[in-house]
Every structure is written in structure tokens, then in C-alpha cells.
């Protein structure tokens, strides 16, 4: 009986374990007049993986892209106001992206628009083990978790996919 | 002829059934199971076949839901790199930009 207990205790934190990251918000949902909340461990991609045609270049792009991932989280939030997200929420989410594990690899902050956004990489041993991104507008609220070794240069290519205009190619030191 | 030979003629000798007997037979062998197939038997199989094609069925619809989860998933981590990239070339000029390799 205690078994199946610490098991039972052991699968309702895998999901924990399996985020690299915790994202603490929770509590904008009230707020948001969109939402769109993923979590998708290993097992449910190769799952999906399965049901991807390979015959598809999309998919097939996307069925390489996710057979080496152990996770793909992601929290977004639209809503109809400014003001509904507090920097703290960010912070409490940056300052878990720390080093030695996690290095930022690109920021962007406009002033003007009041927008930001960043990539975080998660090496270990040398390898990209994970890349977090925080984007914030003053109406949006985005934070993606890809845990695995990602391979930037395929998800970089998805944005020529899924009805998204292809990425130009950028200045040597300013690719992702 | 010997004891034994009279003994075996006698055991062996033909005899005429009781009374009845072909009768009793009879109706003790339409008291008999058939295996003839029962209608619970037809139920049942109606049964399983259904739980297993609504399992392939619920396996089907939860890879197509698993699927489109990931698609989505994906469309927006590539929406925010698209977001992210015309940031970058569109403001280097001038906004504040960090980039680290």
C-alpha cells in the first residue's frame, strides 16, 4: 500500500521533474482573456510523433524536431488590458534561469512598445539540454520551455512552416 | 465344455432390454447441452469486438489530439523565434539589443 502511494506521489511529480523550469503563473489565468497552456512530457510526443506523417515535409520536419525532445512546455497569455502581469512574474522566472546551467543567448527590449523578450539556453556537458523563451508585450505573456537537446537549427526552421514566413538569414553573430 | 466356457456363455447371453428402456434413452439425450451457439455468446462477442475498436478508435483520437497539441506547440515557440528574429534585424539600428553566443 505504501508503494503504490510513493508511486502514485513519484508519477504526479514526474511533470515537475520533467519542466526544467517552474513558470508560477498560475494566477494570470483569471486575468487573461486568452489562454493557452501545453504541457507535453516525453512520452506524449513520441506518441504524437506516431500519428505524424512523414510523407508531410511539415511534419516530417516536426517529427525529426521532437524525436529527441523529453518535453515541450509552454504558458501564454493574452489579455484585454495593460498592466495585468507584473514584472516580479518575470523575474521569478528569470532568476531561476541562472548560470552555471542556463545562459541568456539574446535579449530584446523595446521601450517604445514595451515589449521584451528573451532566449535562454540550458547546456550540460556542453550540450543544449533545453532553451527557454520569455516574450512579454504589454497584452501578451509567453513562456516556452523546450526541454532535450534541441537542435536550434531545425526549430528555427519551423518558422518556415505552419503558415509562418520564413526566417531571413542574419548577420553572423546574430543568429539564434 | 468347461466351467469357465458355461460361465462366459452365460455372461455373454442376449438379452432384451427392460421396458422402457429405448424410451429413458431417448429423453435422456434431449436433456443433453448442445454447443449450438447461445445468444449470450453472440452478446458477448458483439461486446469485445465493440471495446476493441473503441479502444483503436480512443487510441486514434488520442494521437490526433496528441498531435495537434505538439503542431500548436510548435507554431508558437516558431512564432515567438519569428518575433524575436524581425525584433532583432529591425532594431539593431538602434534599441537596445544583447546578443550572446
Known sequence: MKRKALLAVCAAALPLVAQQFQFHLEHLAAKASNTVDLSLNGSTLQFAAKFLDSDDPDEAKVKKLIASLDGIYIKSFEFKSDGAYSPADLDSIRNQLKAPEWSRILGVKSAEDGETAEVYLRTENKKISGVAILSAAPKELTVVNIVGPVDLDSLAELSGHFGLPRLKETKPGRRM | ?101
Open chain 2, 1 to 101: 465344455m468347461d466351467w469357465l466356457e458355461r460361465e462366459l456363455q452365460q455372461a455373454l447371453e442376449r438379452k432384451m432390454p427392460p421396458d422402457g428402456f429405448a424410451a429413458r434413452v431417448s429423453a435422456a439425450a434431449g436433456k443433453r447441452r448442445s454447443f449450438a451457439p447461445r445468444w449470450w455468446m453472440g452478446a458477448a462477442a458483439a461486446v469485445v469486438l465493440l471495446l476493441a475498436g473503441g479502444s483503436l478508435e480512443y487510441r486514434e483520437y488520442r494521437g490526433r489530439v496528441a498531435k495537434e497539441r505538439v503542431l500548436l506547440a510548435l507554431r508558437i515557440t516558431a512564432g515567438q523565434l519569428h518575433y524575436i528574429q524581425q525584433r532583432v534585424q529591425r532594431e539593431s539600428q538602434g534599441a537596445p539589443v544583447e546578443v550572446r553566443q
